[in-house]
């Protein structure tokens, strides 16, 4: 895989470099936070073939690219540069709904790396000690465990920093306020007070007696508080002593301020959550891991799974085990992993074959990408397979209470995180459940597969008609120019989504007057609401953008005076539109106009028949079909 081309390809697709407002990645998936998303190609990017699909959700454009996601992100974030402008457009425009788990996605997808290594370490202590490999009095295992517990001891820093990033304040800073509220002397006196009865004071205000190692809802709110005392230091602060100022005002302001109101306020939520989640577990402990077994894949597609993981990850924090989240995507991730190997083992195509087997294997160790976008997703019915066997596992779990005492990625890889106190029973369970969810989504799939002989037929018949429908309708088109002026390759153009031809061939044109004709015989398929491009197709059936200018969407339509309107016929050097390209140039933007031809294919040939420069009506390209 050559990571430079696919992150180009990648960047162009989303929109280019200027459309993208921040990215982070997980295990599969590159996480793009767009500027608009409707400028990213969809299309596009699904053709490149490394994607595996796009999901877009939970305030999120999702491009996922499967184990190889962080190659191509190392090669993507160093052309990215830190915006601090919010596109406050975009974010009026989602729902909170939206926006809170866009939030909570972007919080806590950084930082899911350094817990799936605690929650790991975990389980290959329990495991080690299960089989009596290592003392749990021992030093060995204090030194293995203490290591283990960083992760989550230390939650409150690492969900500092990315907050931080989140809400565009000091990341140094917000680690510091994650940093008072772990620091020994606060535990030593809470602890104390705990013990006495006495509460602690600052001057006349009581301090709230809560430990906040391991928490999560305290800190967020913290950092969030800090963003704005922050900005509103820089803004008052003197010139002069704004260096030491504004990091004075935010530290002592914001920690006072959580100490005394955030923080109790932020423990009290966790710890409601964790007993509203005990209240279930005691009462149907059955529910949750049935639903999310069943429809955690549709989570996954929309993205909005994240905004799950953390209450997993707050139940093992706060009450010591997580029976809901963890159990029921474990169910899921294994059912999935069974309907795409049916798959595998049912099609006689090799491609889909070597596909269903292999995504079938990464999605039982619980890495569910490669499975759900590549197979289940494509042929649907092993999505319902998976969604069926997972409900059936999750249901199975949750009779049982299975629970799990660690994070990790939900498979095969990660059982022993079910291993309790009272040894092997709740592993037991787990394993059990995840045969079930295994063996029904695996039946399901196969029956209902449809045969992999039908699927080849049509994509032949497909083919077979395109090569026709190419000959019949490209064969000696001659395009003509739709504007004078100088002409110039695709690569050369300075928009990324053009220069790297994932739109299409083509070629470009710094116009020397406003006054674009139609290129064609034809009819005008279609005319952007702003104006600045238009979409027209031949008699012939070939298909045509013509972009006046780059980036000329912000200007909402202002310098064109379009002559023509969508459905219209059209003949060679009809005027389609007047454009003032000065107005174009003095708001700081290029006046250079791809011509693009949106549904070759390789069938086909463009001849070019121009110089360097062209006058309007000049033939300028030809479309012939290669024999």
């Known amino acids: 895989m050559n990571y430079k081309e696919v992150s180009n390809k990648v960047i162009a697709g989303v929109g280019g470099v200027s459309n993208i407002n921040s990215l982070t990645h997980c295990a599969t998936r590159l996480r793009f936070n767009l500027k608009d998303d409707s400028v990213a190609n969809k299309e596009a990017l699904e053709k490149i073939p490394e994607v595996m699909g796009i999901a877009i959700g939970g305030g999120q454009y999702q491009v996922i690219i499967g184990s190889e996601v962080r190659r191509i992100y190392n090669e993507i974030s160093p052309q990215l540069t830190p915006n601090e402008v919010t596109n406050e457009t975009s974010q009026q425009k989602k729902g ?5 788990i866009e939030m909570i996605s972007s919080i806590f997808t950084p930082i899911l790396p350094a817990i799936t290594a605690s929650g790991m370490i975990k389980a290959v202590l329990a495991l080690f000690v299960a089989f009596k490999w290592v003392d749990n009095t021992g030093q060995t295992y204090q030194i293995i465990n203490f290591i283990a517990d960083a992760g989550f001891y230390f939650l409150p820093i690492l969900l500092a920093n990315s907050a931080a990033k989140k809400f565009k304040c000091n990341p140094y800073l917000a680690m510091m306020i994650g940093g008072v509220l772990l620091h020994p002397t606060f535990i030593a006196m809470v602890t104390t007070a705990k013990e006495s009865g006495e509460a602690i004071k600052f001057t006349m205000l009581p301090v709230y007696n809560a430990s906040y190692a391991s928490s999560v809802v305290p800190i967020i709110l913290a950092i969030w508080l800090m963003s704005y005392v922050e900005k509103f230091a820089d803004k008052y602060s003197p010139k002069m002593i704004k260096f030491f100022t504004v990091p004075l005002i935010t530290i002592l302001v914001t920690s006072i301020i959580t100490l005394i109101v955030l923080g109790p306020i932020g423990f009290i939520i966790g710890n409601g959550i964790a007993s509203g989640i005990t209240f279930v577990d005691e009462h149907v402990s059955w529910l949750v891991p049935m639903l999310l077994g069943g429809f955690f894949p549709l989570l996954v597609l929309t993205g909005t799974h994240y905004g799950i993981i953390p209450i997993g990850a707050n139940n093992i924090m706060s009450l010591g085990s997580d029976a809901m989240v963890g159990p029921g995507n474990l169910a899921s991730n294994i059912a999935q992993g069974g309907a795409a190997f049916a798959v595998g083992l049912k099609s006689k195509d090799k491609t ?6 292999s995504s079938g294997i990464t999605a039982i160790c619980g890495i569910t990408e490669p499975a759900l976008f590549g197979i289940n997703v494509r042929f649907k019915t092993p999505l319902y397979a998976s969604m069926i066997g997972g409900a059936v596992g999750g249901l199975f779990v949750g009779i049982f209470r299975v629970r799990r005492f660690a994070t990790g990625s939900p498979g095969l890889m990660t059982l022993p995180v079910y291993i309790g106190e009272d040894g092997f029973s709740n592993l037991l369970f787990a394993c059990l459940g995840s045969l079930i969810a295994f063996v029904v989504a695996f039946i399901i799939s196969y029956i209902l597969f449809k045969d992999d002989k039908s699927i080849e037929k049509e994509l032949d018949d497909l083919e077979t008609d395109i090569d026709n429908e190419v000959i019949q309708v490209y064969d000696d088109t001659k395009i003509y120019a739709p504007v004078s002026g100088k002409i110039i390759s695709l690569s050369e153009v300075s928009d990324g989504v053009f220069s790297s031809g994932v739109m299409g061939p083509g070629i470009a044109i710094v116009p020397s007057d406003g006054h674009f004709v139609s290129p064609v015989k034809g009819i005008v398929e279609m005319i952007f609401d702003t104006k600045h491009a238009i979409g027209l197709k031949t008699d012939t059936g ?17 310098p064109f005076d379009v002559l023509v309107k969508t459905g219209d016929k059209v003949d060679i050097g009809m005027p389609l539109v007047n454009v003032n390209l000065n107005e174009i140039k003095s708001n700081g933007l290029e006046i250079t ?6 549904n070759l294919n390789n069938k086909t040939e463009l001849k070019e028949c121009y110089s360097s420069s062209i006058d309007s009506g000049d033939l300028m390209m030809e479309v012939s079909v290669n024999e």
């Open 96 to 100: 909170l709904g939206t926006r809170f």
């Open 542 to 558: 070939l298909e045509i953008l013509i972009h006046i200018g780059l980036d000329t969407v912000k200007l909402e339509g202002k």
């Open 352 to 357: 889909i074959k070597e596909l269903g087997i």
């Open 593 to 598: 106009t791809p011509v693009i031809f949106t």
